[in-house]
Nanobody, 125 residues
Framework: QVHVVESGGGLVQAGGSLRLSCAAS????????IAWSRQAPGKEREFVAS????????YYADSVKGRFTISRNSAKNTVYLQMNSLKPEDTAVYYC??????????????????WGQGTQVTVSA
């Protein structure tokens, strides 16, 4: 089983950048696609991005395309979410998780489980 811990959140002005990290434990990390999601106060959790096992396929929500980039470093058991041109509406708690099944990838939240505790991202206007 893979456990994940998110980090890298913080307070940034609109137009700024942050890089989130999703550090995973467990030798089977390299077998799983990883996704990022976010949840703003009073809103449902939404899919942000995902990356396949080998990093060759990535998926993004329309709201972050062209601004966010997901990547993975299997040697470090870490997945990153580079967030550029941040907007106040990006303010949320960001979570990462592994896909339910090894080797598979999807762009839907219900394909992933064992979400971490999250990291807060706040973008001021």
């Amino acid at each position: 089983q893979v456990h994940v811990v998110e980090s890298g959140g913080g307070l940034v002005q609109a137009g700024g950048s942050l890089r989130l990290s999703c550090a995973a434990s467990g030798r089977t990390f390299s077998m799983y696609a990883i996704a990022w999601s976010r949840q703003a106060p009073g809103k449902e959790r939404e899919f942000v991005a995902s990356i396949s096992v080998n990093g060759g396929s990535t998926y993004y929500a329309d709201s972050v395309k062209g601004r966010f980039t997901i990547s993975r470093n299997s040697a470090k058991n870490t997945v990153y979410l580079q967030m550029n041109s941040l907007k106040p509406e990006d303010t949320a708690v960001y979570y990462c998780a592994t896909h339910v099944n090894p080797w598979l990838t999807s762009d839907r939240l219900n394909g992933y489980n064992l979400w971490g505790q999250g990291t807060q991202v706040t973008v001021s206007a």
